[in-house]
């Protein structure tokens, strides 16, 4: 199920309403998730006709009395329970109703206030126990990840980053791969300041269903922030690959630390036991963080295997004379590596 999150920075005027409902025209998802609305009560009904005409909408409205996540899905794509919110997120269940297939979906719109992002950190750590099955957050976090995710302005305060990404890794949720400029918000003046607030996350679940799932950040002018659009493939039918370790994940930078941090995890039982269970959970983090920060390397192995073979079979005929013969060392000795 692809989908659409975006902070439109309001949806009272008229004319902005007419411009994200032909945004969202050319842009037809079953799952539309808007950010910073600004919406009264007595406004949402007559707004969801204008930007989406017939659909089934769920919207949450807080103690301000106006709306900062709103999310609208089409009834004929998808069934969505929500199962809890506050100022900073919706949590929700969905199941499509084509596959019966099901997965938690949590709309994320972080406070300015870092304080106030500590209880959205502590929220999502306390429902991360709980959810064994394929789980998606996105959304605005006013927070990036890595000093290259902004641009200009004030130096970040790295223990502001060591929360943040202490809360993913304990949550054990993983980017989506990503196309498009990535830094999803500029403050449009002059003295450009750009940072990547908005991004789509899931878990190692999620990942074994949706292995081709990515972000595509939107270009646009209605908001300081681009707007996401989640691509999903349809869910793979097939028997699960065996587990596979591939010698470049030695060579990258994170690789032990990964690792490590998957091991820690604390499992209550024998000793056999434990040793099965660890081993299952680092498998999972593993293959996520390999699809993350190296593709689908496996994919890479077979290509480069074909390469490989194709000298061997052309060495049988005159057209061997064509093949630079160095090609076949390099190509012997890039399968390797990987």
């Given amino acids: 199920m692809d989908c659409l999150i975006w902070n439109v920075r309001g949806l009272n005027n008229k004319v902005k309403q007419l411009d994200i409902a032909n945004f969202l025209q050319n842009h037809r998802t079953p799952f539309v998730a808007l950010l910073e609305n600004k919406l009264v009560a007595s406004e949402v009904e007559l707004v969801k006709k204008r930007i989406l005409g017939r659909c089934t909408a769920d919207y949450s ?136 607030l908005d991004r789509l996350m899931a878990n190692s679940e999620w990942f074994n269903l949706f292995p081709e799932a990515y972000t595509q950040y939107l270009p646009g002018s209605l ?18 690959k065996p587990f596979k370790f591939f010698n470049a994940w030695l060579r990258h930078g994170t690789f032990m630390d990964v690792l490590k941090q998957a091991w820690s995890i604390h499992i209550q039982g024998t000793a056999m036991y434990k040793l099965a269970k660890k081993l299952q959970h680092a498998k999972q983090v593993l293959k996520a963080w390999n699809i993350q920060h190296f ?34 060392g390099r190509l012997g000795s890039n399968t390797q590596k990987l």
Wanted: contains cysteine; aromatic residues 8%.
């Fill in 295 to 328: 593709g689908k390397a496996q994919d890479q192995v077979e290509c480069k295997r074909d390469q490989l073979s194709l000298p061997k079979l052309l060495c049988k005929g005159p057209l061997w004379t064509g093949w630079p013969l160095p090609m076949k």
């Fill in 223 to 240: 908001s300081d922030h681009a707007s996401m659009k989640l691509i999903v493939a349809p869910p793979l039918q097939r028997h699960p």
């Fill in 61 to 196: 409205h807080f103690h301000d009395g106006r709306g900062r996540i709103w999310i609208l899905w089409l009834t004929k794509s998808a069934n969505i329970t929500i199962h809890s919110s506050s100022e900073q997120y919706v949590h929700s269940e969905v199941t499509l109703i084509e596959s019966g297939l099901s997965f938690y979906v949590t709309i994320v719109y972080g406070s300015n206030s870092p304080a106030d992002r500590q209880i959205l950190w502590a929220d999502l750590l306390r429902k991360a126990p709980h959810i064994s099955i394929p789980w998606l957050v996105g959304g605005d976090f006013n927070e990036v990840r890595y000093t290259n995710e902004k641009l200009g302005g004030r130096a970040l305060q790295t223990n502001r980053l060591m929360n943040f990404n202490s809360c993913i890794g304990q949550c054990n949720l993983f980017d989506l791969h990503a196309t498009g400029n990535t830094l999803s918000w500029n403050n449009r003046q002059d003295n450009r300041i750009a940072c990547r």
